[in-house]
């Protein structure tokens, strides 16, 4: 299971959740730093997008979708 849960890191290196969070066992988990908190909006959409990249990937760099949008790419 991947999920990911927002989270505020102290300067102390102590997490805390900002949701509940309930799992039938102990899990590994990965903790990313953000940029600070004064990021504007365009710049959390980018960290957004790089960070769904390799998702999106997985489904986008199939054979499938490049024979579903072949059609638009007809006259390049």
Do not use: C, Y
């Not at 805390?16 to 600070?36: C, G």
């Amino acid at each position: 299971m991947l999920k990911t849960i927002e989270a505020i890191v102290d300067e102390r290196g102590n997490v805390r959740l900002l949701e509940p969070l309930r799992l039938d066992h102990a899990s590994r988990a990965l903790v990313t730093i953000l940029e600070a908190s004064e990021m504007s909006a365009d710049d959390e959409f980018a960290d957004t997008a790089v960070l769904s990249e390799a998702a999106l990937a997985a489904d986008w760099d199939r054979p499938e979708e490049d024979a579903a949008w072949a059609h638009l790419q007809q006259d390049l």
